[in-house]
């Protein structure tokens, strides 16, 4: 179905009023673009989390945005004229309020550009030896090394974009060897987990608090892959608190336990990973922001877990240590 998307110019006083004089014009469902509310949103926030872009806290613009969609025909056209003629009556009438220039600007749109709009962000990444590739690109390995991990970034949280993944990612590249017993513990979208097994794991434990997505998820991505399902598992459960998930897991069984979480979850799965290796194991972490590094070396001493590596990337960090044999 062919669309026109208009976008009208206000201000974040304005928006209220804006959203008024569409639903009045029979406009519902609008988009709210306003870059001073979600710096408001994101300073007011930001004190209780790990970590925060200040980027984010800072408008880029003192206009705001309200967005909405009408059919291309005959239709549409007269409600884009009941709106300019509200619009006009609203600047004229707006009772002392800065609404801002009331513009209000269209382009056509379709059903199949929605839905294939996002996908020109996603292009092949390369992380070592690792390619990771979405669903619908095509990619010719260089060399007989590359590791093709085909994804569908629509699926789930985990693409390789972000730093701490493409932290992990080099680490299982390092530590993972051919025939090794590996949990992923908060797998996501399942990256880590399948690309344990294109690097030749046997065997794959993958478990994540979501029930629904990072489940759904790792078996689509798992699907993309050349990868025998019947060697992974996996499950929903929160081994910090239920112990029959850790049962589940099971204890002394993995060569390699990985986790690309953030700090507040690492420290206290550190006791259980080195529970959960084998002795000797490794535990592969990552999602540790400068700030919170400390803590976490401090975790690994006191769980026995040898540090062997720590890696950076833009603030970033990943630990990685042995269980002592």
């Not at 070592?128 to 789930?156: K, L, Q, S």
């Not at 797998?187 to 478990?207: K, P, R």
């Not at 390699?256 to 550190?270: C, G, K």
């Not at 959960?276 to 592969?284: I, S, T």
Request: hydrophobic letters at 45%; glycine letters at 8%; aromatic letters at 8%.
């Amino acid at each position: 179905m062919e669309w026109i998307k208009s976008s009208i110019e206000t201000t974040s006083a304005g928006v209220e009023l804006v959203t008024s004089v569409l639903m009045q014009c029979n406009i519902a469902g609008v988009e709210i673009i306003d870059s001073q509310e979600r710096a408001r949103y994101f300073a007011d926030s930001a004190r209780t989390w790990d970590y925060a872009d200040e980027s984010l806290m800072v408008a880029d613009s003192e206009s705001a945005y309200v967005v909405f969609y009408v059919t291309a025909n005959a239709a549409g056209e007269k409600q884009l004229a009941e709106v300019g003629a509200a619009l006009l009556r609203l600047a004229n009438y707006a009772m002392g309020i800065s609404v801002g220039a009331l513009t209000m600007r269209q382009e056509h749109a379709n059903d199949e550009t929605w839905l294939n709009e996002w996908k020109k962000h996603f292009k092949p990444l390369r992380i070592g030896r690792v390619v990771v590739v979405p669903e619908w690109e095509t990619f010719v390995p260089e060399n007989d090394e590359d590791i093709i991990f085909m994804i569908d970034p629509g699926t789930a949280f985990g693409t390789g974009q972000h730093q701490t993944t493409q932290l992990c990612v080099h680490a299982v590249q390092k530590w993972v060897q051919a025939g090794d017993v590996v949990l992923d513990v908060g797998c996501g979208s399942g990256i880590l987990a399948i690309i344990s097994m294109l690097l030749g794991a046997s065997e794959v434990y993958a478990i994540d608090v979501d029930p629904a997505g990072a489940i759904a998820a790792t078996k689509k991505n798992t699907s993309l892959n050349p990868v025998d399902s019947a060697r992974l598992t996996i499950r929903s459960g929160d081994v910090l608190t239920d112990e029959s998930a850790r049962t589940d897991v099971g204890y002394a069984k993995y060569d390699v336990v990985v986790a690309n979480i953030v700090a507040d979850v690492i420290i206290p799965l550190a006791p259980l990973a080195a529970k959960f290796a084998k002795p000797g194991g490794l535990f592969v972490s990552s999602g540790i922001i400068s700030e919170r590094l400390d803590e976490v070396l401090l975790a690994f001493a006191a769980s026995n877990i040898i540090v062997l590596e720590v890696k950076e990337m833009e603030g970033w960090h990943s630990v990685v240590g042995r269980l002592h044999a």
